[in-house]
């Protein structure tokens, strides 16, 4: 067999495949050999073998034995994920064995099911984000992946109903309308405090805010990339003066203190809340 047919072999099933499925289709051990040497495939270990332009998750996971899955299947996807390690994870079945390799970090899913080689699906990457990194990293990457099209009705069905019961309300709460997963976790965390806010408000001469509470404190959230930009942090600034011009109080947090400080914002937040609340019954 000619090394661009061991190729296209390789590349009709999904990118990744074992040896065995190669022979099964005519190829000996020297047509792998060669198609190696000719740069048309690459041996991720013993046995496997990947296209050259294979994605370097997929092909880590194949390394480790099986699937990219969790986290990683949701980042190849854009989907917004709370992992600041980034690490792989790759689903190996419930019986799979996982290889260790150089430089391994691996987290390592059995969820049930058979693994092969390639990615989960949304769905079932989804339920693995939950059980691997908790109810709020799953609620943030839950309304991400639906908030870009990628979850039907019936695909956040399927996810609810393979929660743990104590987790279905996230699903039941969530909206496809946050602009970023740090505002997902705030409105999570704020919904947990039992402060009642209205997501992405309207006020006039400002625009759409990130939070507005109680109808007078806005809560901004700016995300990693854009607000240390000079012309972007003047419109923060021209904006908290245009809504304070309207009588609103703004609190504006990044991300290091969404994820790193959250305490000092909770306090910043429920002392604002009090100073205006005891202002309405003075
Ligand atoms: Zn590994
Ligand atoms: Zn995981």
Redesign the pocket.
């Known amino acids: 067999m000619r090394p661009s047919t061991v190729a296209d072999v390789v590349k009709e099933k999904g990118g990744v495949c074992r040896s065995r499925e190669l022979m099964g289709r005519g190829a000996s051990s020297d047509d792998l050999r060669r198609a190696v040497a000719a740069d048309a495939v690459l041996r991720v270990r013993e046995g496997v073998y990947a296209l050259p332009e294979a994605e370097p998750s997929v092909v880590v996971a194949a390394l480790h034995g099986g699937e990219s899955?969790?986290?990683s299947a949701l980042r190849r996807l854009g989907i917004w994920v709370l992992e600041p390690q980034q690490r792989s994870?790759v689903w190996v079945g419930p019986r799979g064995r996982a290889h260790p390799h150089p430089g391994c970090a691996c987290?390592t899913?059995r969820d049930a099911g058979t693994s092969a080689f390639g990615v989960v699906g949304v769905v079932q990457a989804l339920v693995?984000?939950e059980r691997?990194?908790g109810g709020e990293a799953f609620f943030a990457a839950f309304e991400s992946a639906w908030r870009l099209g990628l979850l039907s009705t019936a695909m956040r069905a399927e996810v609810r109903a393979s929660l743990p019961a104590r987790h279905r309300w996230l699903v039941d709460i969530a909206r496809p309308s946050a602009d970023s997963g740090l505002e997902s976790i705030v409105r999570l965390r704020l919904h947990r405090l039992g402060i009642p806010m209205v997501s992405q408000a309207w006020i006039d001469d400002v625009g759409r805010v990130d939070f507005l509470i109680d109808g007078m404190l806005v809560l901004e959230i700016d995300g990693k990339e854009n607000h240390a930009r000079p012309e972007q942090r003047h419109r923060d600034l021209l904006r908290d003066a245009s809504a304070a011009a309207r009588g609103y109080e703004t609190l504006r947090f990044d991300y290091a203190m969404v994820l790193y400080s959250w305490p000092v914002v909770e306090r910043a937040v429920l002392a604002r809340l009090e100073v205006i609340r005891s202002r309405r019954t003075r």
């Open positions: 899955a969790c986290a994870h987290v899913h693995q984000v691997c990194l």
